[in-house]
Each structure stands twice: as structure tokens, then as C-alpha cells.
């Protein structure tokens, strides 16, 4: 129950806390370029163990993963003023074209990593790549994905219609980002169609209502970050729960993002879609049916995607 977590930025501390908080695992490693910074997370981490659960965190290097079932990979850079998006994902393409073979050199083809970066689907993608490489299976590499934007969707979903989020199934799909998918034609309230519960139950449900709730999970990430500079709770809340799926083998079905082929080519993909997630990784992805609109949609969501790997690739990355 060894877990490693590459890059203790924001993202990073945040899931080793929620993890600590959780009891997830038995013992958490923490790597990062600054030293210091990666010390100072786990020894602050460490005091919260004795109101929470018994883990050991703790700062060190790549050879401190072995072992490892699990590691989680936050690192990354920052976008400078004038850089292109394009600049911004070749610099990070270089952070994991060091930061994969690095991990898996020590933990070998039996870990599984669990990508945290943004922009997370074309780091996925380049990452399943780069560990495909060293040998690890791509069913072995999955992204955060659209997990915290289904949270979001189903949290709203269930405070307008009055039912707790639990209880309400829906999806968002595609790219980690402005082009992803709420899957309305999908969304159920124990097992009853949207549409048929709320005329049941007299809740209003037109596309005033589906657009103001569609606005609200899509700007979610600009509203936090406007009001305080960056998102963590969520997300390192969402990291700790893929994590706990992992480490007990729970076979959830989850919107992660993982990397699917391409038409034969080369270039690859990588985008959330709902997939059943186990021990082992990802198992396989659940075929759900999508209305005409909606594939269209993920169609030109995924398309986003594999543009910029195209461009990547183009730029010989």
C-alpha cells in the first residue's frame, strides 16, 4: 500500500492529505525538484496522522518508489506571459519525458501511474506513451480526467431536483476542459430517466435550467481560480478516491481519461469517457449510448485533444 506522488505543489500536497485523512494506503512518498518544498508538505502532512489514520509520509527520491502499486504524476510548468499553448505543452512533454522512465525505473511494470497535470488529456496521452516505451501496459496509465466535473454535474443535478448527488447518475465526457460533454440524455435519479422524474415530482427542467447548470460545472475551475488562484480541494479529493479504487480493486465506474487509438495512426488520443477501473487499472470502457448532438460534441471535444498531439508531434516531441 506504497504510494507515490510526483510533484508536491498544491495539487500534489492536497492528495496526500485527503489521503491521509481518508486512511488510503500505509505509506506516501513525496518527490519533487525543490527538495525543501517536498520536505516541508510531508513533515506538515505528517501532524495531521495522529488526529486522522496510521500512515507514514514522508519526502524522498525516485528510488524511494519501489514498491510502489500506485504513483501519482502533478508535476509540471507553468504557462509564462506571451507563451503559446503549444510552448506551454512542449516544456511539459519534457517534464514527462524525464519524469516517467525516471518512476518506472524503480517500480518496473506492475505499478500503475495516474496522471495529474494539466492539460491533462494530452499529458495522458504522452505519458501512456512514454511508459509504453519502458514497458508498462497503457491500460496502466490514466488521467483524473472529467472525475471532479461528474462530481460537479451530479452535486448541482442533485440539489435542483432535491435527491442526494449519490442517487443521481450523469456523466461528463471528452476533454478535461472547455469542450467537454455533459451527457444530459444520460442522467438518471434512481434509475428513472431526468426528464421523467422531475415531470414526476413537478421540478422544472427546460434548457434554462440545463444551460445555467451546464455554465456552472464548466466555469467552475475559472470561478475558484479567480477568487483564490488554483483548484485543489477537489481535485486532490478526486485523486484520493482513484486511489482507494485502485489500491482495493473496488471496480468503479469512473470518467477517466485514458488513451484509445487513433484510426490505426501513430497519433494517439486521450479523453474521459465513463470506464470500469480496478486493481489492474483501467478494465475497459462502458459503451453507453449517446444522443446525435452529444456525439457530435465528443467527436469535436476529443478532436481538440488530437490536434494538440498532432501539433506535438509536428514539433518532434
Known amino acids: 500500500m506504497k504510494i507515490g506522488i510526483v510533484g508536491s505543489g498544491y495539487v500534489g500536497a492536497t492528495a496526500a492529505y485527503a489521503m491521509v485523512m481518508g486512511g488510503i494506503g500505509r505509506e506516501i512518498v513525496l518527490v519533487d525538484r525543490n527538495v525543501e518544498k517536498a520536505r516541508a508538505e510531508a513533515f506538515d502532512i505528517s501532524h495531521a496522522v495522529p488526529f486522522a489514520h496510521p500512515l507514514t509520509v514522508r519526502q524522498g527520491e525516485y528510488s524511494d518508489f519501489r514498491g510502489c502499486r500506485l504513483v501519482i504524476i502533478s508535476a509540471g510548468v507553468s ?49 501512456a506513451r512514454y511508459a509504453s516505451e519502458h514497458g508498462l501496459a497503457k491500460a496502466r496509465v490514466l488521467g483524473t480526467g472529467n472525475m471532479l466535473d461528474t462530481a460537479r454535474f451530479r452535486t448541482l443535478l442533485g440539489e435542483h431536483v432535491g435527491v442526494d448527488p449519490q442517487h443521481v447518475h450523469g456523466y461528463v465526457v471528452g476533454e478535461h476542459g472547455d469542450s467537454e460533454v455533459l451527457a444530459w440524455s444520460l442522467v438518471t435519479v434512481s434509475a428513472i430517466h431526468l426528464e421523467n422524474y422531475c415531470r414526476r415530482q413537478g421540478v422544472p427542467m427546460n434548457e434554462g435550467v440545463q444551460r445555467d447548470i451546464d455554465n456552472r460545472v464548466r466555469r467552475a475551475a475559472y470561478s475558484i481560480i479567480n477568487g483564490k488562484g488554483a483548484t485543489y480541494y477537489g481535485i486532490g479529493s478526486a485523486i484520493a ?21 487513433d484510426n490505426g495512426a501513430r497519433v494517439e488520443n486521450a479523453y474521459s469517457m465513463p470506464r470500469l477501473v480496478g486493481g489492474e487499472g483501467i478494465i475497459h470502457s462502458i459503451p453507453v449510448e449517446f444522443d446525435v448532438e452529444e456525439e457530435r460534441l465528443l467527436g469535436k471535444s476529443a478532436g481538440i485533444v488530437r490536434e494538440a498531439v498532432r501539433g506535438l508531434e509536428a514539433a518532434g516531441d
Not at 503559446?84 to 501511474?113: M, S, W, Y
Request: negative net charge; contains cysteine.
Open 79 to 127: 504557462q509564462k506571459p506571451g507563451e503559446t499553448r503549444l510552448e506551454l505543452l512542449k516544456r511539459n512533454a519534457a517534464v514527462f519525458k524525464d519524469v516517467v522512465p525516471a518512476v518506472l525505473d524503480h517500480t518496473g511494470g506492475e505499478t500503475i501511474l495516474v496522471v495529474a497535470t494539466n492539460p491533462l488529456d494530452v499529458m495522458t496521452c504522452l505519458a
Open 241 to 261: 478516491r482513484l486511489v482507494d479504487v485502485i489500491l482495493h480493486d473496488q471496480r468503479s465506474i469512473l470518467t477517466v481519461s485514458a488513451a484509445v487509438p
